[in-house]
């Protein structure tokens, strides 16, 4: 009788070549891990703390770090779950949500790990031919055979493959919208090189899961750190499942300091990414498909010419093909001249720009709508209160109300106590005192609101074009107080469609900042400009600067408020600031 499980003869340890490991000396362009080691000071920062951290105490900081690296991306309570690399977090993934059988599918060609994966939780693999690029046709085969789980890999590992998230929008929808929905692990283990990750896709699709390492956007394969970021339902049961005490102290206070030095961290990604392109426009007589990722998938194999020349890569047997690393500037030039090419003048990487628009006062002009909205409420829900826009627009200026559910549930609120004339003395303060009477009323005042809303929506008119915003040349994201359903809305009056975060959850209610830390994870932007024209748009944008210094971030106020808001540019109108925006950003 044997004491193993009968699938395990088969399965082989996920093990490298001897020859690998006794190649000192070298070059390693075969494992992606970040081409150069960690800057000077973050290395002495971390070996200090090192040398006074206690070694016979347990790691107890898993719980610190865990909250700064939410509160940094903009999740929501409970929704990361930190541990010992990505591939750890995915195992803990399969545990929590795969009963024996169920399918999984993975691109192929894939990460290596992951038919260990499934066969170590006694899946069944569903291998989707991808080839060097991704096509989709096959995931929605997949889909409607009804496999469990989609495990996509963007950009994909070993051929650098990637599709923006416009691009697997569809997919993503169709599986939510099935009866018992699938879940979906989107891994973005090399996301810090692409154009864009698939950050905002989480907290639309609560069966979404997205999965991160440290290795290469930290260079910190040596610490063994990742995490998932997905709906807090999901992630707080995967996470009770953790062992306690499974990262060591030392890999916690290494992300600690990695994270102070964020921005040293990220130009060397930008410099990845440059030197990516250079070594792709220098292959010789090989060719390799387009890559988003820190290496690059080359035809023919490569390997015995660049071992020769000790530059290692990982060649794949019987595919005539090797995943080549991007290397430093000089085993760059190295590789280049192996292959017989000739480098060229490096392409300029410039900062990555994100302008980011709030909608009402900005994009549309929909004041008249919401206050004749929230007017006609207010004489349904207190009809002997007394209202006026004047108080409209004094509740814009007290802070917290930019939302006009909550506006609604305010006013009612001072209502019930008499006590309106507080209104205009509230700028900055709020109404402590009322807090929790304003929230057991919100739900019933957004009812009202919306109701009278859908006739009131026909004053708003659009202040902005798509071809305005397509002259200036960068990235347009929209972080919006409406709700999912009235962006819909405030898409047909504007004639076009931008990528956004609205107010679908409370940690995206303004002036809470985690929208526009969502919109710069989500672009990869190390220059954020947001226009905005209240109290509560200005306070976000402070609070998303205190939370991601390594950002440069500015904000322009606009419309009737904007001296009394202040900023670092202001104007009448978004239309009327855009060329110097244009100036700001180009």
């Given at each position: 009788m044997s004491l193993l499980r009968s699938d395990l003869e088969s399965i082989q340890p996920y093990t490298r070549p001897a020859a690998e490991l006794a190649s000192i000396g070298k070059a390693r362009l075969h494992m992606n891990?970040?081409?150069?080691?960690?800057?000077?000071?973050?290395?002495?920062?971390?070996?200090?703390?090192?040398?006074?951290?206690?070694?016979?105490?347990?790691?107890?900081?898993?719980?610190?770090?865990?909250?700064?690296?939410?509160?940094?991306?903009?999740?929501p309570e409970g929704g990361l779950m930190l541990g010992p690399s990505s591939g750890n977090v995915l195992d803990l993934i399969a545990i929590a949500s795969l009963s024996p059988g169920d399918t999984i599918a993975y691109p192929d060609p894939g990460f290596s790990l992951y038919p260990l994966l499934i066969t170590r939780h006694r899946g069944k693999a569903v291998k989707i031919p991808v080839g060097t690029g991704f096509p989709l046709d096959p995931w929605f085969m997949a889909l409607e055979s009804g496999v469990r789980q989609l495990w996509i890999t963007l950009p994909n590992n070993p051929t650098g493959?990637?599709?923006?998230?416009?691009?697997?929008?569809?997919?993503?929808?169709?599986?939510?919208?099935?009866?018992?929905?699938?879940?979906?692990?989107i891994d973005e283990a090399y996301a810090e090189f692409a154009p864009l990750t698939h950050r905002l896709s989480v907290d639309r699709y609560p069966n979404v899961m997205l999965l991160r390492t440290f290795s290469k956007a930290l260079a910190s394969a040596g610490w063994r750190l990742g995490y998932a970021i997905g709906d807090p339902t999901l992630v707080g049961k995967m996470a009770s499942l953790q062992l306690p005490y499974s990262i060591s102290a030392a890999s916690l206070e290494a992300l600690d300091v990695a994270l102070d030095y964020a921005d040293q961290f990220d130009r060397e990604i930008r410099g990845i990414v440059q030197r990516r392109e250079l070594l792709s426009g220098a292959l010789g007589k090989y060719s390799a498909a387009p890559s988003q990722a820190n290496f690059l998938y080359v035809k023919p194999d490569p390997g015995p010419a660049m071992w020769e020349k000790d530059l290692m890569v990982r060649t794949f047997a019987g595919a005539g093909v090797a995943r080549v690393s991007i290397g430093t500037e000089e085993e760059v030039e190295r590789?280049?001249?192996?292959?017989?090419?000739?480098?060229?003048?490096?392409?300029?990487?410039?900062?990555?720009?994100?302008?980011?628009?709030?909608?009402?006062?900005?994009?549309?002009?929909?004041?008249?709508?919401f206050a004749e909205a929230v007017g006609r409420a207010l004489k349904e829900l207190a009809p002997q209160q007394p209202w006026s826009d004047d108080d409209f627009l004094a509740f814009k200026r007290v802070g917290g109300f930019n939302n006009d559910f909550r506006l609604a549930a305010g006013a009612v609120a001072l209502a019930e106590r008499g006590e309106m004339g507080r209104l205009r003395k509230a700028e900055g303060i709020g109404f402590p005192d009322l807090e929790a009477r304003i929230q057991e009323l919100e739900p019933q005042c957004k009812q009202?609101?919306?109701?009278?809303?859908?006739?009131?929506?026909?004053?708003?008119?659009?202040?902005?074009?798509?071809?305005?915003?397509?002259?200036?040349?960068i990235e347009v994201a929209v972080f919006t107080g409406r709700p999912p359903e009235e962006w819909d809305l405030a898409v047909e009056v504007l004639g076009f469609d931008l990528p956004a975060v609205s107010d679908a959850a409370p940690h995206l209610r303004k002036p809470r900042p985690d929208g526009l830390l969502q919109l710069a994870d989500a672009f990869r932007a190390q220059e954020v400009l947001f226009v905005g024209d209240t109290r509560d748009d200005a306070a976000c944008l402070n609070a998303a600067c205190a939370l991601r210094p390594d950002i440069q971030w500015s904000f322009a106020a606009v419309g009737p408020d904007r001296e009394r808001i202040g900023g670092d540019l202001t104007g009448e109108s978004l239309r009327s600031i855009l060329p110097e925006i244009q100036r700001r950003m180009s």
């Open positions: 891990e970040a081409a150069c080691d960690w800057p000077v000071e973050a290395r002495k920062a971390l070996l200090e703390r090192l040398s006074t951290m206690p070694f016979h105490r347990y790691p107890e900081r898993q719980a610190d770090l865990t909250e700064r690296l939410r509160k940094r991306l903009g999740v493959a990637w599709i923006s998230p416009a691009e697997l929008e569809p997919l993503l929808k169709a599986a939510s919208q099935r009866t018992d929905p699938p879940l979906v692990v590789t280049s001249q192996v292959l017989g090419g000739k480098p060229s003048i490096a392409p300029e990487m410039k900062p990555r720009r994100l302008l980011v628009l709030d909608v009402d006062g900005v994009m549309i002009e929909a004041d008249r709508s009202v609101v919306q109701r009278h809303y859908a006739v009131t929506k026909d004053l708003e008119k659009p202040l902005i074009t798509r071809e305005e915003l397509e002259t200036l040349g």
